[in-house]
């Protein structure tokens, strides 16, 4: 539920002029959905820029290693994270989130970590997957007992989406540890 601000200056303005227990209950309840609001609006944006970073990641490493043997499996985690950002720009506005100002930066910057490690081989590049997609799951995880505590019913249909998008990312974890991942400093 988001709150319209001509209803939170109406509520401002009951608050100052009455002390009345109803006054209190709905200030009570603003602040709650205010916060609820503030919380979804964080995850939506963040994930979003994060899912566009990974994706960036993934179009260097191709641009590198995509007519390789690493090739395919690197395309089998970008076409995942394609699927992602599509759902985080479907949610943007579904939730009333702001994109991330910093979007022009992540999209460089992910361009540049994903190229830079593959130009340093496949492993480095598997090396990359695997600390990225490490601290993703980590942060998902967080993310879940966020809204788990919040009001998990509430939030169930966000929930299925980060669950999802966890177990894909820590698959994708999983890939560049089985293409040797951990030989980068052998």
Known sequence: MSISPSVLCAVRSARRSSSKPACRTVSTTIARETKR??????????????????NRIYAGQMAVLGNTASGPVIQEMWDEEKKHLRMFEQLLPQYRARPSALLPFWSVAGYALG????????????????????????????????????????????LQVIKTFRDEELHHRDLGLANNAEQVFS
Do not use: F
């Open 37 to 54: 609001q503030c919380m979804l609006d964080r995850i939506i944006r963040v994930d979003h820029a994060g899912e566009l970073g990974a």
């Open 115 to 158: 190229a830079g490690t593959a130009l340093l081989g496949k492993e480095a590049a598997m090396a990359c997957t695997v600390a990225v997609e490490e601290v993703i799951g980590d942060h998902y995880n967080s993310q879940i007992r966020e809204l788990v505590a919040d009001d998990a019913n509430l939030h169930k249909d966000l």
